[in-house]
């Protein structure tokens, strides 16, 4: 798994600085308002202590800190951290990064409020020690969010608008079929294995009309799902 995990680190330390660009178009358009929107309404009250799990270029750390929480950003790519504090720093926002694994976190049980992951759990070779982990970092009552599409059996060459290379979609579909979650029907395999680690689960099957409309950021045509899960007490 090591070995796996230095691969997946390698191919998005390679795609950092063409997905930052991505992310600051998404920041300053119409779709980073939509996610402001999004977290407003639906997070709980109060100044948070939120942990954004796998940050990339920092688009959740740079809005939630915008919204006035205490954010901390963690990724495996040193180069997409980077990216990530040239951003906030360019938006004269504050937020704290550090490199780290999202299946072997470095923090004390019951540290956040809230987690925030987007497009990161389909990329991990071992997402049921990265949900175990971020149930433990999470205080009781707090919030895990995390929104994800359904890769397994997508045909990247087909469904990317992205614009990659042909070497880095053949990399990118190559380290998919590797992993174990591409066999899982999601969002619903996420939700029943969530719901057995005593979370409360709500689903959004579809969240792409509301926070993916900017034609600038060539989405994927992949449904972007929403996972709202509640540490029960």
């Given amino acids: ?3 796996l995990n230095r691969r997946i680190e390698a191919y998005w330390d390679e795609r950092s600085a063409q997905l930052s660009k991505i992310r600051r178009l998404e920041l300053d358009g119409v779709d980073g308002l939509a996610w402001e929107n999004l977290f407003r309404k639906n997070l709980p009250g109060g100044r948070l202590k939120i942990l954004d799990v796998g940050t990339g270029a920092g688009f959740f750390a740079a809005i939630l800190s915008r919204l006035g929480h205490e954010v901390t950003g963690i990724d495996m ?4 951290l980077r990216e990530a504090e040239k951003n ?6 504050s937020a704290t990064f550090r490199r780290m694994n999202a299946q072997s976190l470095d923090f004390a049980d019951e540290s956040f409020d809230v987690i925030v992951t987007r497009n990161l759990t389909w990329t991990l070779p071992d997402v049921k ?3 175990r982990e971020w149930f433990r970092v999470l205080k009781i009552g707090g919030v895990l969010i995390n929104f994800d599409s ?9 469904c990317s608008r992205m614009k990659l290379a042909v070497a880095q979609v053949d ?3 190559a380290i998919k079929d590797s992993l174990t979650i591409s066999r899982r029907r999601r969002p619903f395999w996420d939700a029943g294995f969530l719901e057995g680690l005593n979370f409360s689960v709500t689903l959004d099957e579809d969240i792409s009309a509301v926070v993916q409309r900017d034609s600038r ?3 994927d045509s992949v449904p972007l799902f929403a996972i709202w899960a509640t540490k029960a007490t």
């Avoid at 790519?77 to 997409?80: E, G, L």
């Avoid at 059996?153 to 087909?158: I, L, Y």
């Fill in 88 to 93: 906030l720093r360019k938006l004269k926002l």
């Fill in 77 to 80: 790519s040193a180069k997409m």
């Fill in 1 to 3: 798994m090591e070995h």
């Fill in 171 to 173: 990399e990118c579909a």
């Fill in 217 to 219: 950021c060539n989405y």
């Fill in 129 to 131: 020690a990265a949900y």
């Fill in 150 to 158: 359904d890769y397994g059996d997508q045909n990247f060459s087909a």
